[in-house]
């Protein structure tokens, strides 16, 4: 035989053997590719709901779903709705996900978002008139979630009422103030079932079913199909009038008996790092023009006014054109500066402060300086390298690096790893020459005059 053919039998036979071992975690990816592609509410308004970048054994590939036709059955009238969510992924078997594997600290984990449009009965879903959260609106909306699950799964219990979830106590909520927007978060505790199984069960959809791979009857796990659990989670939920939509993301763990009548619960890893999953989910209207565009790198510096203000205006402008926006503040913690009352109102543009309220020292700035300085460039980092943002401010980047608080090969590093397409900002005096060597445009602030010199103070809304 030809050694050319002997070659070709050979790849044709390793890829086949490969498909067979990964057959579950292919066809998962199959079916949530698919669901990627039919239309659903968000897509319909132009809303974009991204995970961003988050540690763990989650799904890459987020999973889609049209909510409105079962939440309308709910609330009995018409809505527009989509959830989109992750899971546990195929990391401890090839042929069913952790989502579905009980050895898994990911076992009937979730990471969610949803997004519930206005219409012309119900505007701002999930709120009273005074803005606090209605707790019954909330229960809907995971109770659909769950019924699109138990239909995927065929899940066959439900309790007294016709639901799925029943809700244990009540609902707590408090506000709370992430990245400059100002949310409901949302605790509480309710009973369902599990979607776990073993083998293809017939009630099941044949093709939804596939998502979470298939658990062979040979198993050993300790626990019966569809076993009863309690979940717990954190909800936060915030209405954006711009949108029309209120919008929401999650994360929920469950705690269960196994058949031996102990306790289990999965949920520490996700409870653990819960702020950070929840803050990596954001919801942007538009969809981004830039995606095969080159993205530049700006560099506004100089002794006059008007660096940071220059680049607000630039995200401003970006923001209006549906792209995402992420602005880094370094040095910065006062909680008083307009722009980040501005930004709460804008879903497009997110702000962080790394920082002390109060003025930091050149000559001998503290340890505290330093740490969030560093903090500060390790998450413009991730941000930049992500690729989710079509624009990265990093605010008085150029003066931490000039007052020693950061390495300028760390600096540098963060340029050379910047994707294509996204355009990055540097503003601050003392722009470092490399800094300036690796930037596409340089703009510098010269002062000629300044109403300092006259006495005239910082004023709200003007400088601050």
């Not at 059955?73 to 594997?101: C, H, K, M, Q, W």
């Not at 926006?325 to 930004?343: A, D």
């Not at 397409?421 to 490399?434: F, K, N, Q, S």
Request: aromatic share 10%.
């Amino acid at each position: 035989m030809h050694p050319i053919l002997v070659a070709l039998l050979l790849i044709f036979a390793v890829g086949a053997a490969s498909a067979w071992l990964y057959r579950g975690l292919i066809m998962s990816l199959a079916v949530r590719l698919l669901a990627s592609r039919l239309p659903n509410a968000a897509k319909r308004h132009g809303l974009q709901i991204r995970f961003g970048q988050h540690r763990g054994g989650w799904i890459r590939l987020t999973l889609q779903a049209n909510l409105g036709k079962v939440l309308s059955e709910i609330v009995a009238y018409p809505t527009e709705a989509a959830a989109y969510s992750r899971f546990g992924g195929f990391n401890l078997s090839r042929l069913y996900s952790d989502f579905v594997n009980p050895r898994s600290p990911y076992y009937q984990c979730w990471l969610g978002a949803y997004v519930v449009f206005d219409s012309e009965l119900r505007k701002g879903f999930g709120f009273d008139d005074q803005g606090t959260f209605v707790a019954d609106e909330v229960l809907a909306v995971l109770e659909a979630d769950q019924r699109l699950a138990y239909r995927s799964t065929g899940c066959p219990h439900r309790f007294p009422d016709g639901n799925a979830v029943r809700l244990l106590g009540q609902l707590s909520g408090d506000r709370r103030e992430e990245d400059g927007m100002s949310w409901w978060r949302i605790l509480g505790e309710a009973e369902t079932w599990s979607a776990y199984h073993r083998g293809a069960n017939p009630n099941a959809s044949r093709l939804r079913s596939r998502v979470y791979g298939v658990v062979p009857h040979s198993e050993k796990h300790e626990v019966d199909d569809y076993h009863p659990l309690r979940y717990q989670g954190e909800f936060w939920l915030r209405y954006f009038p711009e949108l029309g939509a209120t919008c929401a993301k999650f994360f929920i763990w469950p705690r269960y008996p196994n058949r031996g009548g102990n306790e289990v619960s999965k949920g520490q890893h996700v409870a653990a790092g819960g702020g950070e999953l929840l803050r990596s989910i954001t919801f942007a209207h538009g969809p981004a023009t830039m995606k095969s565009e080159k993205g530049l790198i700006q560099v506004y510096t100089g002794h006059g006014k008007g660096k940071t203000t220059a680049a607000l205006g630039q995200a401003m402008r970006a923001a209006g054109q549906g792209l995402r926006v992420y602005i880094i503040q370094f040095m910065k913690g006062w909680p008083h500066y307009g722009e980040l009352e501005s930004v709460r109102q804008h879903p497009n543009i997110t702000i962080r402060q790394f920082g002390r309220p109060d003025y930091v020292s050149k000559e001998s700035p503290e340890p505290v300086d330093i740490r969030m300085a560093e903090e500060a460039l390790e998450h413009g980092r991730e941000i930049v390298v992500s690729g989710d943002y079509d624009l990265v401010i990093l605010d008085e980047i150029n003066v931490a690096l000039e007052w020693h608080l950061i390495r300028l090969e760390d600096v540098l590093s963060l340029l050379d790893q910047k994707p294509e397409r996204v355009e990055l900002i540097l503003t601050g005096r003392y722009a470092h020459p490399e800094v300036v060597a690796r930037a596409d445009l340089v703009t510098e602030m010269r002062e000629i005059k300044h109403p300092y010199h006259k006495g005239i103070v910082s004023r709200r809304g003007i400088e601050y």
